[in-house]
């Protein structure tokens, strides 16, 4: 993986922390609606169903209690980006603690509810500098909650794709943050300037290694919109069907990101 850029992007932590309980509240309210056939639904994550899913977004959340009753560590050793390719490291571990919970909370709407509730005393009470030890490595506090954006935005996807007629809406602040993060990643993951990344309204970068544009129109040029982008990102979509079914464009000879595709899975 490379280093990421020296100046990283920066989020600002009151709209993160507003982004994270509007888009937690979106799927505890269609959860709230949810029958035992639809909790019984597949979904596209494997063997999983749709309660497991539901129990793993409320896992996703829980991760900053977990981290936060750890102790802090001494500094500070990565940035956020750096948290997209580290979240594979232990699906084994992941997969049981999911289907664990699933199994000992029936009222999946509920312990959502529960989960809310706890997280808005913890964040009351702890600064958003506060270290944490997290799987990517040492991360302020604030900086891991944009990481529970992605999980809230990708999971909302996975939920609207498993039941049909769902429709979670995406929270505007919450899609924003998720968007940017995984863009940054493809700059990380592919440093260079050749190509342009755009993925309106919410996040522009420039990756591929080759010459460098510096005006006008730049020759490599990928466009798409946010959940596209962030199903291609997490492997949801491939490179090849979203440019068979226009949902993205490409234009250029260095244009072509299948092979930087997927970054987090």
């Known amino acids: 993986m490379a280093t990421p850029r020296k100046r990283p992007r920066s989020y600002d932590p009151a709209r993160t922390r507003a982004a994270v309980f509007a888009q937690l509240g979106h799927v505890r309210d269609a959860v709230r609606t949810l029958g035992p ?3 019984a639904l597949p979904t596209r ?8 899913l539901v129990a793993h977004i409320g896992m996703a959340l829980t991760a900053v209690h977990r981290a936060v009753d750890r102790p802090a560590p001494p500094k500070r050793d990565v940035q956020v980006v750096e948290w997209v390719f580290a979240t594979s490291s232990n699906a084994a571990a992941i997969d049981d603690f999911t289907r664990r919970l699933a199994a000992d909370h029936p009222d999946l709407g509920a312990h959502l509810a529960d989960i809310e509730e706890r997280l808005r005393a913890l964040l009351a009470e702890h600064p958003g500098g506060r270290l944490l030890e997290t799987n990517a490595g040492a991360l302020p506090l604030d900086d891991y909650l944009v990481t529970r ?6 999971h909302t996807d996975d939920l609207n794709a498993a039941v049909p007629g769902l429709g979670i809406p995406h929270d505007r602040q919450a899609l924003a943050a998720a968007t940017r993060l995984l863009a940054d990643a493809l700059a990380v993951k592919a440093p260079g300037g050749s190509t342009e990344v755009r993925v309106p309204p919410y996040a522009v970068v420039q990756c591929v290694e080759g010459p460098r544009h510096t005006r006008g129109t730049p020759p490599n040029v990928v466009e798409t919109d946010p959940l596209t982008w962030i199903r291609l990102a997490t492997g949801r979509l491939t490179w090849a069907d979203a440019v068979t079914e226009a949902e993205v464009g490409a234009s250029g000879e260095r244009a072509d990101l299948g092979g930087l595709l997927p970054l987090l899975s």
């Open 37 to 39: 056939e639809q909790f």
């Open 149 to 154: 954006t992605v999980e809230l935005v990708v």
């Open 45 to 52: 994550l494997g063997d999983w169903t749709v309660r497991e």
